[in-house]
Every structure is written in structure tokens, then in C-alpha cells.
């Protein structure tokens, strides 16, 4: 029987799918244990226990693996965002290789040589163009910054080194606003508090523009010393051109309300991915890494190998980015998203792409009605959620028989499930190739 509070000296033999440590006593029992690399002897102490699985307390690296790095955050281990900083970058790369073919052999039930190693940054840090940071009193101090994993505990955040520079500028003055006008915040030690003003602070920037978004939550309408926020984000943040008040009364994990109101310049800011321009609004879903999103729908357009003739539906399309990286090469690119605004500024942003077309509503309803149009696809690029498609919508790909598919994955255990599917509906899955988006934490 494996013990609580008793202390083990274990060999960590691979990661699990969060980059924690796995090593395992008497060959069947395993252990999980956070901040532990492969190839280490580390001290655990046992922190809970169940019948075949614990998870430990790393005390310490006894046997330090050569992959292992100083952290240059000093929060990373409470904000639980970048898990990996301890890891090289190489050999993070080489945890989502091993992740991927791990998903894709025993999910998938596909073989490991179809999967390409991770195309990686040169740079990876500052990469991030958006930041959601709560605002809350924890023992009526203010902090603004992350929850904590699994927890509505804030930890407080000066700098964040995967988010542009201009965020932590933003998070200063706002800091300095509110404490000087005692604005009260909605989260008061976890708890929401009915008559709390502030909730969220979001940051959005344009890489190549350089124009940034500064978007504040609210708890009802109400904003006061709104003038004086306003002057302090013009005066002080270089390429500022659009202040947003976003209104969210609901008691709800959701971060942004479905209004919107315009404080100061425009409604949104604009940023290119390759030769096409976007709108993004406050609410519109756009890629938080457009260095490597350059990379995925580059590889995307590659693969979906368009001659110019061909129909291509993409579902779950967002604001249209991929769908207008494809409309350079197709001859007709239907898009699909259930987001209304999304699809309000995919059509601002495919102004000049007279090829693109544009529907509201869910994927797996709308493209069977253009299938019943008439309307058929020989080519179709998926990008959804992380729950992976509806079925339904993959039986009617599969009725189209569209001769390609292009799946865009931000899960590689939904992936593997559904390239599954696919495969007993008839498709062969020809390659998968990883792309790190998301440096220092285990998504990929």
C-alpha cells in the first residue's frame, strides 16, 4: 500500500499528457508527480493516493535530467500556465512529439511513422498577442493576474513573459487607477460580490500594426473615473486605438459579456496573417500566436493542395482566417461558425475576397443544408473547439465524399478520435504534423 505524507525515491520513466512526471513502484503502480522530467531520480512525498495511481510532492531532483532549465518566471508554478519552463525548448518539443504519436497510436489506432516532429519557434517567448487577467481582492489586497489551476485564486502578475510587452504596461497603470480611485473589484477571495465594479482587463495587439486593443470588464454599466482610465491608456500606451467597455452582469466562469460599448477609437484594432488583413473585435476569436499561425495555415493551404478549381468548405471558421488563406488558391471557399460577430467580421475582413462566403450557425447543420443546395465540396478544413467535431458533421463530410480533408486540431486526444472515425468512414490519414503554438505550457 502506497502511503500519504510517506516520502519515495522514484525514477521518472515518461510525462504524462500535462508534461508532469510519470514513474511507477513495482512496475503497476504509478505515480504522477508535477515538475519532473523524464530520465530523473527525484524525492516525492505522497500527497494523495488511490488504488492504482498517486500523485506526489517533488521535494527534489536528486539525478537532474540534461534537459532541465532554470524558470525565468518566478510564478510559473502557482499561475500553472507555462509548466514546461524547467524543460529546454528542445526537449519540449520533443514531450508533444511523443504526446501526438501517444494520442494518434493508442486513441487513433493509426501508426506513429505518420506523425512529423513539432515545427517549433526561434523565439519562444512574448509570443502571445491576447491576455485575460482577472481582477479580485484576496485578503483586501489587489491583485490582478491568473487563476491558479483548478482554483479561483488569483496570483498576482507584474510581467508575463509569453504575453507582448505592452500587456504588462497596461496591467501597471490599470493597477495604479484603481487604487487610487478604491474602484472595487467583483471577485472578493474567491467569491463574487454583487456589488463589485471590476472583473476582467483584456489585452489584444496587433503584431504587425502594432495597434492594441484595451478592452475592461465590467459588472453592470457603471464605470467610474471612466475619463480618467481613458487618459492614462492614451497618454501612456504606444499604438493604442481602441478602449473598450465590456458589460457582464452574469455570476458565470465566462469572462466576457455579449455588450460591448466603444470608450474611446474604434471598435477594433486590425493585424496580418501573410497578405490578408482582419478586423478583431473584443469577441472574435483570432489566434494567439500569429508568428506560428503564419506556420499552421501555411502548412494548412499546403496540405489542402488547391489548383484553383476546387470547392472548399471550412467549418468552424472563426473570423474567417483560414477560409481567406484559402480563398488565394480555391475557386469557391464556403466558411461556417456558429459566433454571429465572428462571421460579421469575416465578412469585413473577406471584403476584397469576392470568393468567400460566409454562414452563421452550427457546422454539422449548416453544411449538410449546402450539400442539399446542390453545393459540394472537394476539398474540407475543420478547426474546432477542443471537443473535436460533431459527429454528425464528420458522417456528412464523409457523405460529400470530399476527396481531402484538412483537420486543424488543438487537441491531439479529440484528433485521434475522430481521424478514427474517419478512417472506418473510408478516408486513409496520410500525415500529421504538430505545430507548437503554445511554447512552455503542454497544449499543442
Not at 243 to 265: A, D, H, Y
Not at 296 to 308: D, F, H, I, M
Amino acid at each position: 500500500l502506497i502511503e500519504k505524507n510517506k516520502e519515495y525515491i522514484l525514477d521518472i520513466v515518461s510525462q504524462g499528457y500535462e508534461g508532469e512526471g510519470i514513474a511507477k513502484i513495482n512496475d503497476t503502480f504509478t505515480v504522477f508527480i508535477e515538475g519532473a522530467l523524464k530520465g530523473e531520480r527525484v524525492n516525492v512525498r505522497i500527497v494523495k493516493s488511490k488504488k492504482s495511481f498517486a500523485y506526489g510532492k517533488l521535494l527534489e531532483v536528486i539525478e537532474p535530467s540534461l534537459e532541465r532549465c532554470e524558470a525565468k518566471c518566478s510564478i510559473h508554478k502557482r499561475c500553472g500556465g507555462c509548466k514546461l519552463q524547467y524543460s529546454t525548448y528542445k526537449e519540449q518539443l520533443n514531450f508533444k512529439f511523443e504526446r501526438v504519436k501517444d494520442c494518434i497510436t493508442k486513441i487513433g489506432k493509426l501508426d506513429e511513422s505518420i506523425v512529423q516532429f513539432p515545427l517549433g519557434m526561434d523565439e519562444p517567448w512574448r509570443y502571445r498577442n491576447k491576455v485575460q487577467l482577472p481582477i479580485g481582492l484576496v485578503n483586501g489586497e489587489l491583485k490582478i493576474g491568473f487563476f491558479a489551476p483548478r482554483s479561483h485564486e488569483i496570483i498576482d502578475m507584474e510581467s508575463c513573459l509569453i504575453q507582448d510587452e505592452i500587456a504588462d504596461k497596461v496591467v501597471e497603470l490599470t493597477r495604479s487607477w484603481i487604487i487610487k480611485n478604491n474602484i472595487k473589484p467583483y471577485n472578493i477571495d474567491g467569491q463574487y460580490d454583487e456589488s463589485g465594479i471590476l472583473r476582467h482587463i483584456m489585452i489584444r495587439r496587433g503584431f504587425t500594426t502594432n495597434e492594441v486593443m484595451v478592452v475592461i470588464v465590467t459588472n453592470g454599466r457603471e464605470l467610474p473615473h471612466k475619463e480618467e482610465f481613458i487618459n492614462l491608456m492614451v497618454n501612456n500606451i504606444p499604438g493604442i486605438k481602441s478602449i473598450i467597455q465590456n458589460i457582464n452582469s452574469k455570476p458565470t466562469n465566462v469572462i466576457l459579456g455579449l455588450e460591448s460599448l466603444t470608450l474611446w477609437g474604434s471598435e477594433t484594432i486590425c493585424d496580418y496573417i501573410g497578405q490578408f488583413k482582419y478586423n478583431i473585435s473584443p469577441l472574435s476569436f483570432f489566434q494567439v500566436n500569429p508568428i506560428q499561425t503564419e506556420v499552421l495555415y501555411g502548412k494548412t493551404l499546403e496540405y489542402a493542395n488547391l489548383s484553383g478549381n476546387e470547392t472548399v468548405f471550412d467549418a468552424y471558421c472563426g473570423t474567417g482566417s483560414i477560409t481567406l488563406f484559402l480563398s488565394q488558391k480555391a475557386k469557391e471557399v464556403y466558411g461556417v461558425e456558429i459566433i454571429p460577430q465572428a462571421i460579421e467580421n469575416a465578412k469585413i475582413n473577406a471584403v476584397e475576397n469576392n470568393n468567400a462566403h460566409f454562414y452563421v450557425g452550427e457546422s454539422e447543420v449548416v453544411i449538410p443544408d449546402l450539400i442539399n443546395q446542390g453545393i459540394k465540396a472537394d476539398v474540407v478544413v475543420v478547426d474546432p473547439p477542443r471537443k473535436g467535431c460533431d459527429k454528425k458533421l464528420l458522417d456528412a463530410i464523409t457523405d460529400i465524399d470530399a476527396k481531402r480533408i484538412v483537420y486543424v486540431s488543438c487537441d491531439p486526444s479529440t484528433l485521434a478520435r475522430d481521424l478514427a472515425i474517419l478512417e472506418e468512414n473510408g478516408y486513409k490519414t496520410m500525415e500529421v504534423q504538430p505545430v507548437d503554438m503554445f511554447p512552455h505550457t503542454a497544449h499543442i
